[in-house]
């Protein structure tokens, strides 16, 4: 571990570490009633890393059925459950709250606040998050079954179904609830709650980012829950919103639900580049390249996600001119994407690199994601998507970008803030075998399925003919393998790592990287900056 | 000044507009909230 220095650190501000475990509470009162953002912050992970099991024992369930033609394991309708409540679980069970279990461990220490800004409604908002995953999971076992209509519960079909639909439409609105009440308490912690010294443009990616996906959340949480709203009283109480049999419009659900649900995509990629324009720095040995371009170009995907959300229904009997302007305005997120890729490559470019496992992740996030950003700019062609839509092409791409990035980016953050949250390294030959087995299987899952996709495969179906076996054959292979990489990690490095089993962490574990959570030692203190540091003039190191 | 009244005060103060932009940005949300449910309910398409 080349880059793994021990420097033992001095500062005046250590006396916090002496008193650490003072406040701290024990046994299960310390979960429960917890108000520390340390503790919020694990209590997400673990949340989420639980969902991303469930999710991903569902996928393998597809998998298996797909695995060849004919009907093998389950029947159409259920098969139909599986694909909805995957697309649900691991949206808004496993990749949004694991960003926010980040937030909350990562940003008051890097921005050297005490705790966040509303430490009881944090703790409301992760408790929140238990009852609605309970009852998304207990629609399984609801008469009639889970919901079966796709994650995007578009209407008429929603309107349909069983009670099931309810307790769904419940449970999303209480997580709804719990991202909005993160996303206040995010906001107001970064914009106020800074250490002096640390203006807005000295901040750290990650938070800057972070505080980007924020607002986005709170601008277009809202509109998720009233189009479920909606939607609930088009099931019960004689609207006609979205119900053509009453004069409602089913496509008015479509726009409202793509008006949440692009940006929403932005929600669960932004934090992901945050974490990589961390890492990046800190394993070439160098400053980020263009750190202002990179604040821009985020805030500008922001606001581009809010006029691209017609792409995700050009087959809906869109006028010529709005596919034109969904078109263009969808390629547009391409610049400053590029910026962000550019930018990190540019950082790169004659750094003294090593590659680490969080490297490796960050790494094979950028070239897979740019693969899959690639296929988007095809998705995003009208006449191209008016063929595509809806087939494992469509699949295909947003695995590229969702698994490769957003999991990947989460992987890659784990790795590198482990030491600091854990106070034990993790070994780095697992992290490295954890790394490839992961890339190598999710290419063997996902890259066929484009091939699929131009083929013809529709999604969401439990069968197909014989001319898309051997492909199946190869993603459900591949899906496997990759689901068993997960248990791989979870076994062999996260439970280690909360055992504290592992070589001690030291404060600053890896020479190159920049930012008040190095200043602090490893694990980091029950409480941390209790008065605000004074900082140096880059805004990353704390003077005596 | 005492210094451990200014830094009362600075928390205090601080907690204060914590709560203020706090409140307006829950504000914001229930309006999007209502306001995306009223405009349908009102204007239709």
Redesign the interface.
């Known amino acids: 571990m080349s880059a793994v220095l021990d420097h033992p650190h001095v500062h005046g501000h250590d006396s916090h570490a002496a008193h650490d475990g003072h406040h701290a509470p024990s046994g299960w009162r310390r979960w429960v009633y917890a108000t520390n953002h340390k503790d919020i912050g694990t209590l997400y992970l673990v949340f989420s890393l639980t969902m991303l099991m469930l999710g991903g024992v569902l996928a393998l369930l597809i998998r298996a059925e797909l695995f060849q033609p004919g009907l093998q394991f389950v029947n159409p309708e259920l098969f139909n459950q599986l694909t909805t409540m995957h697309g649900l679980i691991m949206v808004f069970g496993a990749i949004m709250p694991a960003f926010v279990g980040f937030a909350n461990w990562m940003i008051p220490i890097q921005i050297g606040a005490s705790d966040m800004a509303f430490a009881r409604m944090n703790n409301f908002s992760f408790w929140l998050l238990i009852p609605a995953g309970v009852m998304l999971v207990a629609t399984f076992f609801m008469p009639g079954g889970a919901p079966s209509g796709g994650w995007t519960i578009y209407a008429p079909l929603t309107l349909q179904m069983g009670p099931s639909m309810d307790v769904a439409i419940f449970g999303l609105h209480i997580l709804g609830a719990s991202s909005i009440m993160g996303s206040i308490n995010i906001i107001v912690t970064i914009l106020n709650m800074r250490a002096p010294g640390m203006p807005l443009m000295k901040m750290p990616m990650f938070c800057w980012t972070w505080l980007i996906t924020a607002f986005l959340l709170i601008a277009v949480m809202p509109v998720l829950a009233g189009a479920i709203t909606m939607t609930l009283t088009d099931r019960h109480f004689g609207t006609s919103f979205f119900n053509p049999a009453g004069g409602g419009d089913p496509v008015l659900f479509q726009h409202i639900f793509w008006f949440f649900g692009h940006p929403e995509v932005y929600i669960m990629i932004l934090p992901a580049f945050g974490i990589i324009s961390q890492i990046v720095p800190a394993f070439a040995r160098k400053k980020l390249f263009g750190y202002t371009s990179m604040v821009y170009a985020t805030s500008s995907i922001a606001v581009l996600s809010f006029i691209v959300w017609g792409h995700h229904m050009f087959t809906t009997g869109f006028p010529v001119a709005g596919q034109l302007f969904f078109m263009y305005a969808t390629m547009l997120i391409a610049v400053p994407t590029a910026v962000k890729i550019f930018n990190w490559i540019a950082t790169m470019w004659r750094g003294s690199m090593t590659f680490e496992t969080p490297m490796l992740f960050a790494v094979g996030f950028i070239f897979v994601f740019t693969m899959g950003g690639f296929t988007g700019l095809i998705c995003a062609m009208a006449p191209v998507d008016i063929q595509i839509q809806d087939t494992y092409y469509v699949v295909a791409h947003f695995h590229y970008v969702l698994v490769a990035g957003s999991l990947y980016a989460m992987f890659a953050g784990y790795y590198y803030w482990s030491p600091k949250w854990t106070g034990v390294m993790y070994s780095e030959t697992r992290g490295k075998i954890h790394f490839w087995w992961s890339l190598v299987s999710f290419n063997v899952t996902f890259f066929p399925m484009h091939f699929l996709g131009l083929a013809g495969m529709p999604r969401r179906y439990a069968d197909y003919p014989m001319q898309f076996a051997d492909f199946n054959a190869v993603a459900s292979i591949g899906g496997f393998f990759f689901g068993f990489a997960q248990v791989y990690f979870v076994l062999f490095v996260v439970i280690p790592g909360m055992r504290g089993k592992g070589q001690p962490a030291p404060q600053r574990p890896w020479e190159g990287a920049e930012g008040l959570e190095w200043e602090i030692p490893s694990p980091a203190p029950f409480h941390t900056f209790e008065t605000p540091p004074k900082l140096d003039a880059s805004a990353t190191r704390i003077v005596v | 000044m005492d210094s451990h009244i200014e ?1 009362t005060i600075m928390r205090r103060d ?1 907690k204060r ?2 709560r203020q ?2 409140i307006t ?2 504000v ?3 309006v ?3 306001g ?2 009223a405009r ?2 009102l204007l239709g ?1």
């Open positions: 830094s601080q507009s914590n932009i706090g940005l829950g914001i949300a229930m999007f909230f209502f995306c449910i349908m309910a398409r």
